[in-house]
């Protein structure tokens, strides 16, 4: 019985919430002679600030043209902007900036549904040994990261020198298919000096501090417990984790934050990739402070990383690469 009744006051509360905020939207729209969406567009500057209000306004809009809208082709945008213009009865000759505004923001919103489903597309795709495309891609990862060492063969122990587990990294790719692969290339292949730095640092050993001399104990065991790995990680299934760290924020909407304030209009898989090699730069950073004992504690301090990018990514006015702004015409490099 209980339950029963905090159902049904939940409900009427519901409906008494919504009903409320139908009447003030229309007083407000009365008294300002403005829709929801025009408040949005003026009140608020470009970027995930106006975005997401824009998203959730026509999310949960009664009105069929406007929640259609946020799943509509890219090249539909502009005709349905006119269309939403013309329902609204705003004169576009007389609010020209609000039409470029919505615009704007639409496209960043079709675009990042677009974004995932190009994504979700990579990670299905599993790694075909077979395929030269593949074959041509892990090729060149191995030169950008070891360009003065040859490779001895395609099935070979060397591959563990650049962080991936066996004889044959295929394996490694199980996970998250070629969109590891596509991922760890861009990185070795747009910010070389720095993955290259980070390689080098991930096969350094952390030497460990014994509180005896060396003269108490024999040679052997001083040596095996000084030179035990402890920082050491592996480069690449470093990277592969890292991949899937930021599908997650991905297709969980978190990483709209990021994307909408980076992006001008259509969030692109490169603004992806260059959010993959910020985010391997900042774990790497985290990885040193957190200073763990073994790379048994991979797990917990990739799970405090991610929870501090999350809660980052909750200031809609937060940028994760520093370098982009959603101004800019042109993307750069990390």
């Not at 006051?9 to 403005?34: A, E, I, P, S």
């Not at 005709?79 to 939403?84: A, C, G, L, S």
């Not at 892990?138 to 591959?159: A, F, N, V, Y």
């Not at 603004?271 to 200073?291: A, G």
Request: proline fraction near 4%; include cysteine; charge should be positive.
């Amino acid at each position: 019985m209980k339950h029963f009744l905090r159902v049904v006051t939940q409900f009427f509360v519901f409906l008494y919430c919504k009903c409320l905020w139908r009447g003030l939207k229309f007083v407000v729209r009365k008294f300002t002679g403005r829709c929801e969406l025009q408040r949005i567009c003026y009140n608020n500057k470009h970027g995930a600030r106006r975005t997401l209000k824009i998203e959730s306004s026509m999310r949960y809009s009664k009105n069929e043209l406007l929640q259609s809208a946020l799943s509509v082709h890219p090249d539909k945008v502009e005709k349905t902007i006119d269309d939403i213009m013309a329902l609204k009865k705003i004169n576009p000759d007389t609010n020209p900036q609000l039409g470029i505004s919505l615009q704007a923001s639409l496209l960043q919103i079709v675009g990042y549904r677009s974004l995932v489903s190009e994504v979700e597309k990579l990670r299905r795709e599993p790694y075909d040994c077979d395929n030269t495309e593949h074959e041509e891609m892990l090729m060149k990862l191995w030169k950008e990261l070891r360009p003065d060492t040859p490779l001895t063969g395609r099935i070979s122990k060397q591959w563990c020198e650049i962080g991936f587990q066996g004889s044959d990294p295929k394996t490694d790719f199980r996970g998250m298919g070629l969109l590891g692969l596509h991922n760890l290339l861009y990185f070795a292949e747009h910010d070389k000096a720095t993955a290259l730095q980070m390689l080098h640092d991930s096969l350094q050993p952390k030497h460990k501090i014994t509180h005896r001399k060396p003269s108490e104990v024999n040679k052997p065991e001083w040596e095996q417990k000084n030179m035990d790995k402890a920082i050491g990680y592996s480069f690449a299934i470093v990277g592969i984790n890292i991949t899937d760290l930021a599908y997650s924020l991905l297709v969980s909407g978190a990483l709209k934050t990021h994307l909408y304030n980076v992006a001008p209009e259509m969030p692109s898989l490169l603004h992806f990739q260059q959010t993959f090699c910020y985010l391997m730069q900042e774990f790497h950073r985290f990885w040193i402070e957190e200073d763990p004992s073994d790379i048994m504690e991979f797990n917990r301090v990739r799970s405090k990383f991610h929870r501090r990018i999350l809660r980052q990514l909750k200031n809609p006015d937060m940028a994760l690469c520093p370098h982009f702004s959603a101004s800019d015409l042109h993307l750069v490099n990390l």
